[in-house]
């Protein structure tokens, strides 16, 4: 069974930076495609980045894209969301999720083990 379990969330002020890690266990780790999303309060869950098995192939939403990039070290079975020039409007629970098979990279239900999220807050 895989189990993401993220870190690296916290407090920053606009315009820092923050790097978000999902660490996740299990042997078979680099034969998925992996996530990210995130929501905010009274917000649905929202697709945020993904990257290929293998790391050739990343995805962004629009809202992050130039200010965010998605990486994985199949070594470390871990994937990164770096964070740059953050808005208040990045504010949100960030989570990592293992896509599941191969549905849209952009949906939540394409994905089927999730971690516990770690929150992002952004200063004005």
């Known amino acids: 069974q895989v189990q993401p379990v993220e870190s690296g969330g916290g407090l920053v002020q606009a315009g820092g930076s923050l790097r978000l890690s999902c660490a996740a266990s299990?042997?078979?780790?680099?034969?998925?495609?992996m996530g990210w999303f995130r929501q905010a309060p009274g917000k649905e869950r929202e697709f945020v980045a993904a990257i290929s098995w293998g790391g050739g192939n990343t995805y962004y939403a629009d809202s992050v894209k130039g200010r965010f990039t998605i990486s994985r070290d199949n070594a470390k079975n871990t994937v990164y969301l770096q964070m740059n020039s953050l808005k208040p409007e990045d504010t949100a629970v960030y989570f990592c999720?293992?896509?599941?098979?191969?549905?849209?990279?952009?949906?939540?239900?394409?994905?089927?083990?999730w971690g516990q999220g770690t929150q992002v807050t952004v200063s004005s």
């Open positions: 999720a293992r896509r599941a098979g191969s549905g849209s990279a952009y949906r939540p239900s394409s994905y089927d083990y």
């Open positions: 299990g042997r078979t780790f680099s034969s998925y495609a």
